[in-house]
T-cell receptor
Framework: SQQGEEDPQALSIQEGENATMNCSYKTSINNLQWYRQNSGRGLVHLILIRSNEREKHSGRLRVTLDTSKKSSSLLITASRAADTASYFCATGDNFGNEKLTFGTGTRLTIIP | DAGVIQSPRHEVTEMGQEVTLRCKPISGHDYLFWYRQTMMRGLELLIYFNNNVPIDDSGMPEDRFSAKMPNASFSTLKIQPSEPRDSAVYFC??????????????FGEGSRLTVL
């Protein structure tokens, strides 16, 4: 079953604009991660935010986490054509195991 | 480091045939995960290993699926007999000692399976 649900399912923006994707999850988490998947390729880790953190930055990426609302957002600033991909959130739970459960993904298209 | 290596990249087979997918994790990674990706169900965790030992196989859909990890550098996922509904992209991923709860997963490029 899917732990995370991304919103929107698909997003198209002009190059240079900012892209925001949201993720909601259901159970208590240890951390939340975001991954990118280019078409026909494997997933690539972007950023990890722990349950006691509220915001984290990495280059043009900004991730926020609101554990009270069980939600996270990924902001990509100054988007580029190369950012076209699917983006997934993934959660590690608090039950002592090492499983990462992935959401349904947001397909992002950057229009040059 | 070459990353996680999966083979074959593409496999087309007929219903009833045996399919074996292979994975070489990153050296030094103690955790290995098998995921399946379909449009309908997204990314599903099938099974994962720690130090070559299967820890959780609750995601394996049925007895037709089996996975082994005979050593730290090799794992297989086998489907016997295969069915059209097994058509999907199968990903192998590995992570370091700390595991998925504190670290990132490194994914292979996937094996795209089509069962006719």
């Amino acid at each position: 079953s899917q732990q995370g649900e991304e919103d929107p399912q698909a997003l198209s923006i002009q190059e240079g604009e900012n892209a925001t994707m949201n993720c909601s999850y259901k159970t208590s988490i240890n951390n939340l991660q975001w991954y990118r998947q280019n078409s026909g390729r494997g997933l690539v880790h972007l950023i990890l935010i722990r349950s006691n953190e509220r915001e984290k930055h990495s280059g043009r990426l900004r991730v926020t986490l609101d554990t009270s609302k069980k939600s996270s957002s990924l902001l990509i600033t100054a988007s580029r054509a190369a950012d076209t991909a699917s983006y997934f959130c993934a959660t590690g739970d608090n039950f002592g195991n090492e499983k990462l459960t992935f959401g349904t993904g947001t397909r992002l298209t950057i229009i040059p | 480091d070459a990353g996680v290596i999966q083979s074959p990249r593409h496999e087309v087979t007929e219903m009833g045939q045996e399919v074996t997918l292979r994975c070489k994790p990153i050296s030094g990674h103690d955790y290995l995960f098998w995921y399946r990706q379909t449009m309908m169900r997204g990314l599903e965790l099938l099974i994962y290993f720690n130090n070559n030992v299967p820890i959780d196989d609750s995601g394996m859909p049925e007895d037709r699926f089996s996975a082994k990890m005979p050593n730290a550098s090799f794992s297989t996922l086998k489907i016997q007999p295969s069915e059209p509904r097994d058509s999907a992209v199968y990903f192998c991923a590995s992570s370091r000692l700390a595991g998925a709860n504190t670290g990132e997963l490194f994914f292979g490029e996937g094996s795209r399976l089509t069962v006719l």
